[in-house]
C-alpha cells in the first residue's frame, strides 16, 4: 500500500504540463485517469475539474467517508472552498465577482467551461444542471456529458419519473435521459410520457396533426397515421391500449408487443382479465361481451354477461338464460357447458353447482379442477372454512357432509349450525335443534349435550346456555359453572363472563368459576 501512495505522489507531481490527467476543452478529465485515482484514496466525485481563472489550478468536489472535500490535480486534498482560495493566494482578486464565474463554490458542484454564464436555481437531480449561456439553455451530467446551450427551455421537472428531460427549440420538442443522450429528436410538436410506460412504449407524441407512440431509444414503435385530437394511449401491461372517440362514444382496441393489433378497435371497454387473457365489453345490452386470449381469439362460449376468475385458471361464465359454464383458461376450453348455476365457494377451491333435474333440485361440489367431487338432491349447501365440512339440507331436515359428501351427521334435524372453535373440546362443534329446543353434537354424530336448552354457544373455555330465565356458562358435562336469573350472558372469553342485567340494563363480569346464585 505505501508503495502505491508513493507511486501515486510521484505520478501527480510536476508542472499542469506535466499532469496525467487529459483536461479538454471544457475542462473535463477523462474518466479512466481520474477514476483510478478516486478508489485509490477512497473519494467519490461529486463534480468535475475546473480551472480558476487566472491560474493554472484545477479543482473537483470529492466525497469522503460521507464528508466533502476539494482536490486539485496533483491529489492535495482541502478541508473547504475557503483552504481553497488561501491555497491559490486569492486575497488579491475580487472574490465576488471570480467565485459566481467559477461555479466551484460550497453549492456549485459543476464545471461550466464558459463565460457569461448563469445557473438555474432549482435542482431536479444531483446528476444534473440546466444553465443559460447568451440567452440560450444547457445542460451539464455528471458523468461529464454536456448538452451545448442551443435550447430554447430544458424542462428537468417535465417528465414525473425523472428519467427523461423535455428539451424545447422553436416550436418543437424532443427528449435526452439523464445521461445528455437525445433519444427523441427535437421534431415533434408535442411529447408525453406514458403513464407506466415500457420500454416499447415510452412516449406518446404529436407530429402536425397525427399522433404516435415511441420507445426509451427513440424508435417509432406505432406510426404517426391517427389523428391527434381524437386518439388516446395508454399502457396495459406489455400492450398499448389504443383509445379512439367517435362521435363522442370512446372504443378501445389493443397494440402488442411488436407494434401490430392484436384487437381491433372496436370495444367499449378493455381491461386484463388475467395473465393470458383480455376482458372485453361492447354495446351488447350493456353486458359484458367476452374474453379474447394473447393470440387475439375471442373465446367461443364466453359471449355472456358474467364472467368470474377463480383460482387455478377457472372460470364462471353466465349466458344470458342466467346459465353457468365452466372454462379452463390454460386450455381455453368450455369444460362444462352452460346448463348450471355456479358459485365460487369463498376461501376454498370449491364450486358449488345446482341444477334441476325434472323439478329437483340437484346440489354437488366441485373441486379446483372442474371434477365433481359429489352430488345429491340437497336442497342448500354451507361450507365451513374451519372444519372443511359443509351443512347441507335434505328433505326438509340438515345434516353435515364432507368434502367427498361423506354423511358426518345424519339429515334427522330441524336445524344446525356451526359453533366456534373452542378451548374445551379439540375439534368441530355444532347446535343443532329438535321441537325447539337446542342441544350441542359433534362431528361424529357423537351428541354431548341433549336438545334440552333455548339456546347454546361457545366461549373461550366454556359452553353459554340458557334455558327459561336462566343463563350461565357450564362444561360440556353440562357442570354449572356460573348462573345468573333475569340476565343474559353475552360472552366469556378467557374465563371472564360478560352479562347484562335485564332490568338495569348495565352490563357486568366476573369469574366464571365463581359460583354466583340469583343475582340482583
Known amino acids: 500500500m ?15 504540463l506535466a499532469q496525467p490527467f487529459e483536461i479538454d476543452q471544457n475542462g473535463l478529465v477523462k474518466r479512466k485517469v481520474i477514476n483510478r485515482f478516486l478508489k485509490e484514496r477512497g ?74 454564464v448563469s445557473y438555474s436555481e432549482k435542482w431536479k437531480s444531483r446528476s444534473f444542471k440546466t444553465y443559460i449561456q447568451n440567452g440560450k439553455t444547457g445542460c451539464v451530467f455528471l458523468n461529464d456529458t454536456i448538452l451545448s446551450a442551443k435550447f430554447d427551455q430544458i424542462l428537468i421537472t417535465y417528465f414525473r419519473n ?37 420500454k416499447l412504449f415510452t412516449f406518446s407524441a404529436i407530429k402536425g396533426e397525427k399522433t404516435g407512440v415511441i420507445s426509451s431509444n427513440g424508435s417509432i414503435t406505432v406510426p404517426f397515421e391517427y389523428p391527434s385530437n381524437a386518439t388516446y394511449w395508454k399502457n396495459l401491461n406489455d400492450f398499448l391500449v389504443i383509445e379512439k372517440k367517435q362521435n363522442g362514444v370512446s372504443v378501445f382496441g389493443i397494440i402488442d408487443g411488436t407494434g401490430k393489433f392484436l384487437i381491433p378497435v372496436i370495444y ?10 383480455f376482458l372485453v365489453s361492447i354495446e351488447k345490452n350493456g353486458k359484458r361481451y367476452g374474453l379474447i386470449n394473447l393470440q387475439g381469439k375471442i373465446l367461443s362460449g364466453t359471449d355472456n354477461y358474467q364472467i368470474k376468475k377463480h383460482i387455478n385458471n377457472l372460470c364462471i361464465i353466465t349466458n344470458y338464460s342466467i346459465k353457468s359454464g365452466l372454462l379452463d383458461l390454460n386450455t381455453d376450453q368450455l369444460i ?23 323439478g329437483q333440485p340437484i346440489r354437488g361440489i366441485l373441486n379446483a379442477k372442474g371434477k365433481i367431487m359429489f352430488e345429491s338432491s340437497f336442497q342448500s349447501l354451507f361450507f365451513n372454512t374451519n372444519n372443511r365440512l359443509f351443512l347441507a339440507k335434505k328433505g326438509g331436515k340438515y345434516g353435515v357432509v364432507d368434502t367427498t359428501g361423506k354423511i358426518k351427521i345424519p339429515f334427522e334435524y330441524d336445524k344446525i349450525d356451526f359453533l366456534r372453535p373452542s378451548n374445551c373440546y379439540n375439534g368441530s362443534l355444532f347446535s343443532f335443534k329438535l321441537s325447539e329446543k337446542k342441544g350441542i353434537i ?21 359452553v353459554i346456555y340458557k334455558i327459561g330465565i336462566e343463563s350461565g356458562v357450564m362444561t360440556l358435562e353440562q357442570n354449572k359453572m356460573l348462573t345468573i336469573k333475569g340476565g343474559i350472558i353475552r360472552g366469556e372469553t378467557d374465563g371472564i363472563v360478560r352479562w347484562q342485567d335485564s332490568e338495569k340494563r348495565k352490563f357486568k363480569s366476573d369469574f366464571y368459576n365463581h359460583t354466583i346464585e340469583n343475582i340482583e
Open 43 to 116: 473519494y467519490q466525485l461529486v463534480g468535475t475539474f475546473k480551472k480558476f481563472e487566472g491560474t493554472d489550478k484545477y479543482f473537483a468536489l470529492v466525497e469522503k467517508e460521507n464528508k466533502q472535500h476539494y482536490i486539485d490535480l496533483n491529489g492535495q486534498e482541502f478541508n473547504s472552498f475557503s483552504d481553497v482560495l488561501k491555497h491559490i493566494n486569492i486575497d488579491s482578486i475580487n472574490r465576488v465577482k471570480k467565485t459566481s464565474e467559477l461555479a466551484i463554490t460550497d453549492n456549485e458542484v459543476f464545471s461550466i467551461p464558459s463565460e457569461d
Open 442 to 462: 359433534n362431528e361424529n354424530a357423537e351428541i354431548l349435550i341433549p336438545a334440552v336448552y333455548d339456546d347454546l354457544s361457545m366461549g373461550e373455555f366454556s
Open 268 to 277: 367499449k371497454e378493455i381491461s386484463m382479465f388475467d395473465a393470458t387473457h
Open 336 to 358: 362444462i357447458p352452460c346448463e348450471y348455476n355456479f358459485e365460487f365457494i369463498s376461501g376454498t377451491k370449491y364450486i358449488e353447482y345446482s341444477k334441476s333435474d325434472n
Open 162 to 198: 425523472n428519467e427523461f428531460l423535455l428539451l424545447k427549440k422553436g416550436d418543437f420538442v424532443g427528449v435526452s435521459n439523464t445521461k445528455g443522450e437525445i433519444v427523441v429528436p427535437i421534431e415533434y410538436n408535442e411529447v408525453n410520457l406514458l403513464q407506466k410506460p415500457t
Open 2 to 16: 505505501k508503495q502505491t501512495i508513493l507511486l501515486f505522489i510521484i505520478f501527480f507531481s510536476g508542472t499542469l
